[in-house]
Each structure stands twice: as structure tokens, then as C-alpha cells.
């Protein structure tokens, strides 16, 4: 294997798969465990962050009428939800898991100690972390790099519905060109849309590299995390 530790970063949205009147399709929860599952099974050590766009997303409180810190708040909250969701469907196929919070909820998860989520890793535990870091203004992405920094993570790895950065959006643009590899710069000077500045510059700054991907693509994520070209790399 390649990495040996990794974060996984996954949309809230997608957990609603291709059906957007449901908030968590049951059958998206099934296919992310059993991929989760097949890279667990090689001893690669895993931590997951998962945003909550698919419930409430912070940026949109200012248009409901409701305080921006308030809006994050609730987002993060959110995002606790799909976490829940998460660590159920993983243990359903026989997986450990711990979920840890950047908010205290003893009732739901435990807080988020460093030395405890790394000691987790170690002990074949998969940990997911859910409230974002805590603090308003922070995205998920943000949280993704914080936390993928703070455990020592070899990479953090993006999944998307997209294989890969393309210099344009493919999904709007026939002739949009994809990156099969970039440096922090390039990426910078482009002016892509990875991940927002503040986790883009925690990653960049500790050289910890970051692989966007398809994650619905049955076996992408053993294959990025072996080290084949599945994705594009950002280093």
C-alpha cells in the first residue's frame, strides 16, 4: 500500500446519490461501506469526515433569516446526523468504528482528543469525525485538512462525483480538460476549486498531499489509496 493512514473526505450531498428527495439514500450508505470494507480489509488505518450539505449547509442561514454563527452551528450539527449514519451502515458490515465530535455530546460521541483518535487508528478502528472543528466559519474541507494534519495522515483523499480536477466543470463542459497531477502552486496560480483556501493552505503547508477522485466508482478508493492513477494528485 501507498498510504497507510488516510482521511477520507466525503460530501453530505452524496449520500443522497442521484435521488434528491430523500436526504440519505440507504442504497449509497450500502456501496460506501462495502468499499470502505474491502480497503479496511488490507490494515490501511482510516478517519473519515463527512459534510452535512445534504441536511443544512451553514452559507445558507443568511437567506432563511438566521445569524450566520448560528447557521454553522446547525450545519455542523448536521453533519453529526450523517456521521451517525455512517457509523452505522459501517459496523452493519462488521467494521469498528469510534465517532468523535468537535462539540460535546457525550449521549452521541465522544470529543475529539487527538492522542485518543490516533490511539483508535492504531488499535484498527475507524474514527469519524463529526461537528467540523467546532468553530464557526470553518468549512468541512477545513476540518478534513485540521484533522487529516493532526493524526498524521499520509494524504487526504477527496471523494467526488467527478474523477479527478478538470480546468473546467465536466459535468457543464464537453471539452473541459482533467489534471492527472498538480503541485500546491499550479493549483493555486490555475485558480482550481479544490478544496476552500484555508484547507488548500493547511494541507499545502505541511506537505500533506490530497487525491480528488470518483467515489462512486466501484473500487476507486483501493486503487487511489495503492497508489494507481485514479484520481488526480495535488502535491
Do not use: W
Not at 93 to 110: F, N, P, S, W
Not at 208 to 222: E, Q, W
Request: hydrophobic residues 40%; charged residues 25%; glycine residues 10%.
Amino acid at each position: 500500500m501507498k498510504y497507510k493512514r488516510i482521511l477520507l473526505k466525503l460530501s453530505g450531498e452524496a449520500l443522497q446519490g442521484n435521488n434528491k428527495s430523500v436526504n440519505i439514500d440507504p442504497a449509497v450508505l450500502e456501496q460506501y461501506s462495502e468499499e470502505i470494507k474491502t480497503l479496511k480489509a488490507t490494515g490501511v488505518e482510516i478517519a473519515i469526515v463527512i459534510g452535512g450539505g445534504n441536511i443544512f449547509r451553514g452559507g445558507q442561514a443568511e437567506t432563511l433569516g438566521i445569524d450566520r454563527v448560528q447557521g454553522d452551528y446547525m450545519g455542523m450539527l448536521a453533519t453529526v446526523i450523517n456521521a451517525m449514519a455512517l457509523q452505522s451502515a459501517l459496523e452493519r458490515h462488521g467494521m469498528y468504528t469510534r465517532l468523535m465530535a468537535g462539540i460535546k455530546m457525550e449521549q452521541v460521541c465522544e470529543p475529539f482528543i487527538r492522542r485518543r483518535a490516533i490511539r483508535h487508528l492504531e488499535k484498527g478502528r475507524i474514527v469519524i469525525f463529526g461537528a467540523g472543528i467546532g468553530n464557526p466559519y470553518f468549512t468541512t474541507d477545513s476540518t478534513a485538512s485540521l484533522r487529516a494534519v493532526e493524526i498524521q495522515a499520509d494524504v487526504v483523499l477527496k471523494g467526488t462525483r467527478v474523477d479527478g480536477v478538470y480546468n473546467k466543470d465536466p459535468e457543464k463542459f464537453k471539452d473541459a480538460v482533467r489534471y492527472e497531477k498538480l503541485s500546491f502552486q499550479e493549483a493555486y496560480e490555475k485558480g482550481l476549486n479544490i478544496m476552500d483556501m484555508t484547507a488548500f493552505t493547511l494541507c499545502m503547508e505541511n506537505k500533506l498531499p490530497i487525491i480528488v477522485f470518483d467515489m462512486n466508482k466501484k473500487g476507486n478508493l483501493l486503487k487511489v489509496v495503492q497508489g494507481e492513477e485514479a484520481g488526480t494528485l495535488i502535491s
